[in-house]
């Protein structure tokens, strides 16, 4: 049978004392981080584990860190997130770990507000090396993005990339280059509409191209660079959770990489949106499935943008106004000033209920 086991004796008994002055600096510090650093009760007690800035008794040191990122404009929901997401940076010597990192950004041309949203998303930068991750991370970022004022535009959109590991700057980009042919002059566009490209695998990156092209957009194309940046955006299970749904409407392989190549947009819309737009369309409107293919931007416009419009043209109908039949999808796509233009500016006078309907004031019933 094992012995029950012993209870160790302390060869030195801690003063009661001890407990009590640990309690208390940890009672203290989570005030501190409360009333000076704004975080939540919960957060400051959590906070409170990483870092004692009130032992023994002292705050001079996070005091003079939380006027450093004030001299550097960081708001106070700044400093909250920061210290929230990073607490022991309230520890480091702020002459020495943290201006020269701060210097750094400034010197790449990150101004206020930057400089506080860029450190709150990624604090632990504060703490990296400028010689080993911050330069050659930035040298990466030039080689890709050719000027310091296009990395600052990058990390404006997308200030996640200062998280990336130097050489992983380079993947994505060289696998667009190198392996499937995209010119400099085409990653260059990529990168300004969709910086976070930077931090795609190259798996992934081979993944979303080979969409574009199965939808018979080659590298070259002019569509090419659009029609990835909004892939991108997706992960492949919710794209082909989207193509689930048009092929429920009876839509075929090929009338939805005509929809994407058309207008690659129609694609980002979420699914439900999708489902109620198609059962809209083909059924009150009375749409085919070919219209929205011809135009396939009527899927991105609000349900209540179309329920007003074909109020109108119904309104135009029941006057004797000739509205064609083929003449809905039409109305339906174009911009909201060319339509007003064309069936409400143009009709008013003779029938003032145009002017009621395009507000909402009479519902759309089907054609």
């Not at 060319?338 to 009479?362: C, K, T, W």
């Amino acid at each position: 049978m094992l012995a029950t086991a012993r209870r160790p004796r302390l060869l030195f008994p801690v003063p009661l004392r001890f407990f009590s002055v640990a309690s208390s600096t940890a009672d203290q510090t989570v005030s501190y981080l409360i009333s000076t650093c704004g975080l939540s009760p919960a957060a400051a007690a959590r906070a409170a584990a990483s870092v004692r800035v009130a032992s023994p008794g002292s705050t001079s040191n996070a005091d003079a860190v939380l006027a450093l990122f004030r001299r550097y404009g960081f708001t106070e929901a700044d400093i909250t997130n920061t210290v929230r997401k990073f607490p022991v940076v309230l520890a480091s010597d702020p002459d020495k770990t943290l201006q020269p990192k701060l210097d750094f950004l400034a010197s790449i041309g990150v101004t206020t507000p930057l400089f506080g949203r860029l450190v709150s998303l990624n604090p632990i930068i504060l703490h990296r090396s400028i010689e080993a991750h911050l330069v050659p991370l930035f040298d990466s970022l030039r080689e890709v993005l050719g000027s310091d004022s296009n990395i600052v535009t990058a990390l404006r959109q997308t200030p996640f990339i200062l998280r990336c590991l130097p050489k992983a700057t380079l993947r994505a980009i060289a696998t667009l280059r190198d392996v499937h042919g995209i010119s400099p002059s085409e990653v260059s566009k990529l990168i300004a509409l969709k910086p976070g490209v930077i931090l795609q695998c190259p798996d992934r990156v081979n993944e979303i191209v080979q969409v574009v092209e199965n939808a018979g957009v080659e590298a070259g194309n002019p569509m090419f660079v659009h029609m990835f940046a909004i892939l991108s955006k997706m992960k492949a299970p919710t794209l082909e959770n989207k193509f689930a749904v048009f092929r429920s409407f009876g839509f075929n392989k090929d009338d939805v990489n005509v929809m994407l190549r058309r207008y690659p947009g129609s694609m980002a819309v979420s699914e439900e949106k999708i489902k109620k737009t198609v059962r809209f369309l083909t059924g009150k409107a009375g749409l085919s499935r070919e219209d929205i293919v011809r135009y396939p931007n009527m899927l991105v416009r609000s349900l209540d943008s179309h329920c007003r419009r074909c109020a109108v043209l119904a309104v135009l109908r029941r006057e004797g106004k000739p509205v064609a039949k083929h003449r809905v999808p039409v109305a339906l796509k174009v911009s909201k000033a060319r339509f007003e233009e064309m069936h409400v500016l143009r009709h008013y006078q003779e029938v003032p209920d145009v002017s009621r309907a395009i507000h909402g004031e009479i519902p759309f019933e089907g054609f």
